[in-house]
Structure formats: structure tokens, C-alpha cells
């Protein structure tokens, strides 16, 4: 069982900080890599031929422990939207088929379909929830498996809903796309690193993660899975370093057609990112350390009084077995004045994100008792 972090992290003290799920605060061991690598850039022959290839390699390695798959099938992408991107160009999508989302879902996860489908003569399913709070993670997933039918081509979802935490079943919801022979393509940002997720078992057929997130890893860099309906892809922009042979520097210009093995070729250009490498490898090490079980638990014990006390105050708030202990939304009660909800909140420095009708409240291992007191004592005001 883990103890609070807090002393692995930057945080100003008498900040109650409970907004991972907007961005991490920065590990201690991921701002000395970074200081580390920017110092090292100062004599440019300092970084060597495999200094291209080792720090995407090893980062591979990590994330495939992460999610259990094999670190030859992880791309280096610089974001959510450019990974989906990748998949989009390369999907069979015709006319009158369907691709299905759940309703609010982040954007990054959205557009690309809207676009594709317009293109392909194509409709896209937004899965909206139930207007009821009880029973509501439940009942959305039971919609979401009726939406995918013979028409459908693709199920573009997250592990857990970026808004309120409403965690989608989608190990049921992959086999049902299975079934009708769609894809299913999973957004990870807001909860690989902070919960469990088994590539064997919810067989996607791309995961893509943000690494700034629950992944505590640097901006503008991230991570995407690809299954083996990828191989001989397109991918997004033709790499010299997504070559096959590419580590020899003296033959670059003997163009090769073929691209290094596995999903190498779907990585962005200047994967190497000499600064931002070894940031995400110390974040993606911290991350393993921890362990997403034992963040789960963590959140969980810390917030369980929180939780009992909102729903007294009237918000409702989704069954334990419904959403991620990491991240929850708590949805106020009617004739409830959002405004000195947020006065309460400043005034006690308390820093939560408000999405649609929930306020969304994202622990992790570096918040303890007073963060959550700080913000029972907001709700109470």
C-alpha cells in the first residue's frame, strides 16, 4: 500500500491540488532528467547516432509494461489527435456505416471521425448517458453496446470518461465490436498510469496516451498502440528515422522503401527529442514504480469519506464499480449556485476542474486528508 507521494512532486504549499486529470504536477526526477538533457545539449557532439534510437527505444520498453503489450508495436507520437489521425487515414470507412462515441467525449477523439465520416458518406453515434444518476455508468455502457450493429466500423472511446470518470466496459464493448467486425480504438489519457489496463485483455486495436496526464510526463510528447491490423499501414509523415537501416548514418540517402519493424514507421518526426526523452522515461520509471492498482487503491481509501460526505449534501456521485477512483465527477444538487461553489473552492485553494454539470475531482498519490477536508469543507460552503 502506498503512503502520500507529495514529497516526489512540486506543489506550492497550501495548495490543495486535485486536477491531475488537467495536467500533472512535475515529479522531482522528471525536472532533474530534464535540466540533465537541456545541459548536455550544450556540446551538440554529446549527443551520438544512437542517442536517435536509444531513448525512444527504451521509452517503448516502459509503456509496454505499462499495458502489457509488445514494446515493438509502441509508436512515439507527439499527441492524441495525430495518433488517431494515423488510424483514421488508414480505416475502411463507406458509406453508411457508422462509427461510435460516447456523448462529450474529448475532442481529440471526436474530430477526426467527424471528418472521416463526412468524407465517407458516414454517420457518426455520439452514446449520449441517462438523465438519472443512479445506475448511470451502467446504463450508458448498455446503450453504448446497443449503438454498435453490422453497420458499425469503428468504437472510438476512453477507458473512463474525460468529464465525470464513468468508466466504460470495454472488454465487453471490444467483443461486441469483434463481433461485427469493427475496431475498437481506446483514448488511455485519463487512465493509463493511474489504472489498471490489459492490452490482452481489452484487445484494442490502437490505444493512444498523452503522457502529460496520469502518465506525469511532459507535454507534446505521447504514446500509441497498434495492433497487428496496422501492420503495412500508412502512416502519417515518412520519417528518415522510420526507415529500415536508418542507424546508419552513412548510407541514409541508399533510400529504403521498407520501414523499420513493428509501429516504428507511425512515429512523428524528431521522435528522438533529445530534452523530452528522458523526461518521459523518468516519468514512465515513477509511474511503474508506483503502480496503477495501487494508485487506484490509494485514491480510492483517500476519497471514500469525501464521497460519503457530497452525497449527503445531496450531489450525486457514480457507484465505486461505475467510475475511476482517480477520477470522479460529483453533480450538484438541484438549485445549487455554481458561482459560490467556486468562490468556496478559491478561497480555500482548492483546484478542481469543472466539465459539463459535474465538478471533476482527480486525485493521485501525491494528495492526503487535508486536500480532500479542503474540498469537503468548499462543498459544505
Known sequence: ?????????????GLHYLNCAYMAPLLRSVEEAGIAALRRRHDPTAITPDDFFSGSETVRGLFAR????????????????????????????????????????????VYGWRKRCDEAGASLRAVAPPEAAEGRGREWNARLLEAIDAGTALVALGNVHWADGTRFDLARIGERAR?????????????????????????????????????CGPY????????????GADPLEETWLGRL???????????????????????????????????????????????????????????????AEARALGYAVEDEAGRGAHLFGLRAPAGADPARLQDALRERRVIVSLRGDAVRVAPNVYNDEDDVAALADALRG
Open 1 to 13: 500500500m502506498l503512503s502520500c507521494q507529495r514529497d516526489l512532486v512540486h506543489l506550492p504549499d
Open 220 to 231: 507534446s510528447l505521447g504514446l500509441a498502440y497498434y495492433d497487428e491490423r496496422f501492420d
Open 179 to 215: 463481433e461485427v467486425g469493427a475496431l475498437l480504438v481506446v483514448d488511455g489519457t485519463q487512465s493509463v498510469g493511474a489504472m489498471p489496463f490489459d492490452v490482452a485483455a481489452v484487445r484494442p486495436d490502437a490505444l493512444v496516451c498523452a503522457s502529460y496526464k496520469w502518465l
Open 245 to 307: 537501416g536508418s542507424q546508419d548514418f552513412t548510407r541514409l540517402v541508399e533510400y529504403q522503401d521498407a520501414y523499420q519493424p513493428g509501429a516504428a514507421r507511425f512515429d512523428m518526426s524528431e521522435r528522438s527529442s533529445f530534452m523530452l526523452m528522458p523526461m518521459l522515461i523518468a516519468a514512465l520509471e515513477q509511474v511503474l514504480a508506483w503502480g496503477p492498482a495501487n494508485v487506484q487503491g490509494y485514491c480510492a481509501d483517500l476519497t471514500r469519506g469525501l464521497i
Open 66 to 109: 505499462l499495458v502489457g503489450c509488445d514494446a515493438r508495436r509502441v509508436a512515439i507520437v507527439p499527441g492524441v489527435a495525430y495518433a488517431m489521425a494515423t488510424v483514421a487515414k488508414n480505416v475502411r470507412l463507406r458509406s453508411g456505416q457508422n462509427v461510435v462515441v460516447a456523448h462529450g467525449q474529448f475532442p481529440s477523439n
